[in-house]
């Protein structure tokens, strides 16, 4: 928690329960003196371009440190990178009041649902495979789950809305038939929202899906900071996300590469690692 | 529900339950031609610049009618007036993840606290010197109410903001004090929105209260025609506004004087009146 | 001029010079409610789904009548839908004090130029491969004009911008290539507003290019009905925009052939054409 | 320019010529957190809150120095303060196409006109009733310049506008009857900006001049940081904004009480001093 040499830290102080925004900014290129430090043309992240959080002891800047509120169950301290993530993603434009389309329900997809609804979402839609966490989308509050293997995703939505579309989609999937889907389900006018992360080019029909439809096409990337921080824990404090459900896993640190090996295949959740042995 | 001589209407039939939005716009003037019809400036009000809908008969342009859904109950029916100035005013700015000050709990601010809540809020206050208004917006799901006439409202509010203020401010009661405290309470940043009508000048702090804050003022009119129409109902049929408790008192027409004199005594909530005699 | 059978025009009489939008929108969809009119789900345009204005009498709704101000040249009659079309892409986020990248130079990607550097922008960069073209864009005000088949437009840009690439990306030309470079040439955080229509799918790099950008990609589509209209009209009649070099070509009416294969040949601007002969 | 102990600066090295935003934000409270700097709730203002630069050295955190690009002119890095108000409060909300009065030619009103004309405003009216400011602001380009003292500065400027008022009030003056006469002159839906500070409290009629207007009215603070600075440096560099009107007088340095005296008598401009000599 030193920022540079010779910084005194005076925000926290050992023994804090603290949570961390791991990107680290440059602090004096374009994007961060616009107020755009998540897309920081340097940014550093802990755990990707350098060593992360899965240690004793981790070096982070004072300012990326925020003390977590004792109002806010420390096993939510675990998962707030993610949440953030979806935080980020359904208040990137108008949410309440709105019908909403989540395409793929991961961990971020499932707490988008959550965050849509809790944001005045009239209707949320998912789509997801996975029958385990179609299962989960319904317990998170989705008000209709479609599996996009089975029946056709896109005419079913288009159905449930007379025709029109949905207001806002949130792609959380990445995939390439998801997104191009999710762009056919979106209504003229409409917001798409893209944090999932595609591993190929995906062919996109500008023309009919973005152009003629006049929408608004968004890439989301981390977490703004520090206003999608402030909001998403004033919603924390207020009890206004459940994401109990989420949490059905709890095992010991030791036992990570069985964790790894869950989430690999596709568990409906998060899986909570506790260093000193899993709590009663 | 003709609009002009020789016009066929086909969006609604004799016999259909419709609501209206009773401002009618003349669509050329420059307010019409950039999409702000709430505030024409040739506006006319049924019910205030002519006979209004207190009759068995009421002509109104077509335009201005909408088909009342099914899933929504009848009784909404006869508030959405209200309900329309509560939703612009909550939907002038974000709301999620905000605190928000109601000040003035008269029917308008007890909705803005239901509506302020389903979009997000994360912490509603309310101010009403009336006790069984305060008791009401209790119900109604806010989560501190004070009554400024019995203590220091901005301090209380500063007290629980930790001396930042509040994200939002809704101003429903017109009163110049609660306007000022309003002020006193926001936060560097925020945003007022004005909606209660204030019946002399109000002698502001401007350079306290709005210009060192930085502070976004809104002068909220009508309902934005028709995008609050859209969301509102959208909520409505997603049954995300419970506004049950509003309903307390039904009479038969006939006894409107006396429906009247209660509202004009400060009851917490609104009459139904039913021409053909209260339903069981 | 009658919009219905049976109404009265009262905005405009037999022998006023008028303008018009050519999109009729339902007035009743989803978009017309919400005052996307543009985007109207039942849009007819005439011209395109019904015989058009290459005539002596067009039947056009009274509310897409405009009358033409007298301080406006009368040829700016004859370009109003092409420069609403910049004026809505240009105007559809930030641009003063931005950098800007117009890709293609066409009658629109010309005008864009003009619209851009008129509201502000820092900088406009325009990148064209037909070379009448770019030195009409040069003519228009653009600050620096690259020629992608010469040289490495998105190196060039990037070299210019100090490697941060450009705030604004007005897409004009609708080829995938250029759609490409464009993106590349976009900072993070930058705003893409795509105009030109490809006639194919475009692989995009939705990875680098939108979603670790954070960049927002906008479909533009007509004009905002009739926001674009009051703006562009009002830096018309304020002499805002000099549109002069694109009408050097004037023909009479019947040689019309001979103007159309002057366009497709690449022609940097316009052709009047006069149904009287062409004035002195 | 050092920051805190220990901290390196490597942004800026000795002999560099640089600018400076005089609000040190504290980094930490709500609005540094959500982006807000320039309304810090510690803020401390070098010149204000502690000695300023008038003086040989002054200490400024590395954060709030930029360097000033070679290819502004050196006296404009003089004004940048002040012109960093003008143009947060003209990018304060949409410009292009609008119509916008300035009332109170001062510097800071002076330097709005610049700024709105350069981004695009179709029309800028200025009220003042200091003669000379009133020639210096047609000078900057003012379209219609009014001495409020002389004739009815509210109806003359709704009759310029058809009836209809201003899009954009920029309130420069801070004299509680220009601010009224300023709301008078707004259209409904406009946006009032207010900069000046008023030395007392002011009256409003919030009912008719913002609650039934429907408009917006912004405290402006400042500079947003570095936004604002961006958008200026750019504008600049780009020499779209020409100021060489104000650089009327230079002095040496050791004049200044005579400099200053010039200025409260009204000088309609800015004074140059010089501490080596005015250069020739």
């Not at 925004?21 to 802990?46: D, F, K, P, S, T």
Request: glycine fraction near 12%; proline fraction near 5%.
């Amino acid at each position: 928690m030193v920022e540079r040499a010779g910084e005194e830290v005076t925000a926290v102080k050992a023994g804090d329960l603290v949570i961390a925004e791991m990107h680290v900014n440059c602090g004096h290129c374009h994007q961060c003196r616009l107020g755009e430090a998540h897309i920081c043309q340097n940014v550093r992240i802990i755990g990707i371009d350098q060593d992360g959080a899965f240690a004793e002891f981790v070096k982070i800047p004072a300012t990326n440190i925020i003390k977590l509120d004792p109002t806010i169950p420390e096993r939510y301290g675990a998962i707030l990178d993610p949440l953030g993530n979806a935080v980020h993603t359904v208040l990137a434009g108008p949410i309440a009041g709105q019908t909403a389309l989540v395409t793929g329900c991961g961990p971020i997809g499932l707490m988008s649902i959550v965050v849509a609804k809790a944001c005045g979402s009239s209707t949320v839609f998912a789509t997801e495979t996975n029958e385990q966490r179609r299962a989960m989308a319904k317990k998170m509050g989705a008000d209709m789950v479609v599996n996009p293997a089975a029946e056709d995703a896109v005419k079913k939505i288009l159905g449930e809305t007379g025709g029109t579309g949905v207001d806002v989609l949130l792609e959380m999937s990445g995939n390439p038939t998801a997104i191009q889907q999710g762009f056919k389900a979106l209504r003229a006018g409409g917001r798409a929202s893209l944090l999932g992360i595609p591993t190929e080019n995906v062919p996109l029909n500008l023309v009919d899906d973005v152009i003629f439809k006049g929408a608004t096409v968004q890439g989301i990337y981390g977490r703004r900071m520090y206003e999608t921080w402030v909001k998403m824990l004033a919603l924390l404090k207020a009890g206004r996300l459940n994401l109990e459900p989420l949490f059905g896993e709890r095992e010991p640190l030791e036992k990570f590469e069985n964790a790894f090996a869950k989430l690999q295949g596709g568990l409906p959740g998060k899986i909570l690692l506790y260093p000193d042995g899993v709590p009663r």
